[in-house]
């Protein structure tokens, strides 16, 4: 099982020096080993630019967007900025793709929300034409190109074709789920629990059998935050971020990250928290969150029971476990990083 780590976020302001403290953070992990770094983009930073500049910095971890919204760029503008940064990180870079929420694609970027899957699926379609050197016309149900009636013509990039670059999805319905294993060659996972990993794993490889693949052939990466201590003291503080990610991550109506919870075993949990998050009882959403709800989608604890939550990620079918190290600056953050990765190299032992 490989190892990777993520930058930026919602909360990230794009601080100058929050941005040094992640470049050294990144720059130490890859000696550590760590395998990938995923850019995040939310409404904070994006997710290009500061890999664009670890490109620079590194000389082996794989640089992933981790994820880039399909609302924020056209499909042909999202296929030439990965070929850039594949040319730049000499092959490093992994393109990550998700749809993120109503409120982000609605309230931010002023596009409509209907039928991300298929806005999904549309330009998967069109950058896979563009890594592969073809002229892009497409004719699809959101996406035509060239746009008919005008005067525009089918073109194809004057960048070289290269069908190398990896495509991840960061998904979480269940047909969403199946189309990754369709089409991807990772997952980003998120809502995860290994307890109740059939519920993400079974639709992934439902698609991937589909069209003459398995599920080993799908990168999985999934993970949580990993600390060290006594695990119940180290859950309560997580209880309110949970409860925000149950209550604020999407609509009242639409949040994906909840529903993937109640498939993984906790409706009646997932439910009731966002109720009160919804109704303005925050406290209360987090309070509601049982503290073993934690405990599963993260890795906290002794040495002893971090090694447990690491060996049953990777009997879960786990592949790559993202880490987020706990610690109050970059120095504790790498500490941490370093232990989990020794317990680790411990398990193939």
């Known amino acids: 099982?490989?190892?990777?780590?993520?930058?930026?976020?919602?909360?990230?302001?794009?601080?100058?020096?929050?941005?040094?403290?992640?470049?050294?953070?990144?720059?130490?992990?890859?000696?550590?080993?760590?395998?990938?770094?995923?850019?995040?983009?939310?409404?904070?930073?994006?997710?290009?630019?500061?890999?664009?500049?670890?490109?620079?910095?590194?000389?082996?971890?794989?640089?992933?967007?981790?994820?880039?919204?399909?609302?924020?760029?056209?499909?042909?503008?999202?296929?030439?900025?990965?070929?850039?940064?594949?040319?730049?990180?000499?092959?490093?870079?992994?393109?990550?793709?998700?749809?993120?929420?109503?409120?982000?694609?609605?309230?931010?970027?002023?596009?409509?929300?209907?039928?991300?899957?298929?806005?999904?699926?549309?330009?998967?379609?069109?950058?896979?034409l563009a890594f592969a050197g073809e002229r892009i016309a497409y004719q699809g149900r959101y996406h035509q190109l060239p746009l008919p009636g005008g005067e525009g013509k089918a073109l194809r990039l004057a960048q070289p074709g290269n069908d190398r670059i990896p495509i991840y999805l960061a998904t979480l319905g269940p047909n969403a789920l199946r189309y990754t294993g369709e089409a991807a060659d990772g997952w980003l996972g998120t809502s995860f629990t290994p307890e109740h990993a059939d519920a993400h794993l079974d639709p992934i490889r439902a698609g991937a059998e589909a069209v003459g693949r398995s599920l080993a052939d799908i990168d999985i990466q999934v993970g949580g935050t990993v600390a060290f201590g006594d695990a119940e003291a180290l859950a309560e503080p997580m209880k309110a971020g949970l409860a925000f990610t149950l209550g604020a991550m999407g609509s009242a109506r639409t949040n994906f990250y909840n529903d993937a919870f109640k498939r993984g075993g906790w409706d009646a949990v997932a439910r009731e928290s966002q109720a009160l998050w919804v109704a303005g009882r925050r406290d209360q959403a987090a309070a509601v969150i049982p503290t073993e709800m934690v405990l599963q989608a993260n890795l906290l604890g002794s040495e002893a029971e971090v090694r447990d939550r690491l060996r049953t990620y990777r009997d879960a079918g786990v592949t790559t476990v993202r880490l987020a190290p706990a610690g109050r600056d970059v120095c504790a953050r790498l500490d941490t990083l370093g232990r989990a990765m020794d317990l680790l190299s411990g398990l193939g032992r």
């Open 1 to 128: 099982m490989k190892v990777s780590i993520g930058i930026g976020g919602a909360a990230s302001g794009g601080r100058r020096d929050d941005f040094g403290d992640n470049v050294g953070f990144v720059v130490e992990a890859e000696k550590l080993g760590v395998d990938t770094v995923w850019s995040a983009e939310a409404w904070g930073q994006d997710a290009i630019a500061p890999l664009a500049y670890l490109a620079a910095r590194t000389e082996r971890i794989r640089l992933g967007t981790g994820i880039m919204q399909i609302s924020a760029r056209t499909p042909s503008m999202t296929a030439m900025t990965a070929l850039t940064m594949a040319s730049i990180s000499g092959d490093r870079f992994i393109l990550g793709l998700g749809a993120s929420g109503p409120q982000v694609v609605e309230g931010l970027q002023g596009r409509p929300f209907k039928a991300p899957l298929t806005r999904m699926r549309e330009t998967v379609d069109i950058v896979k």
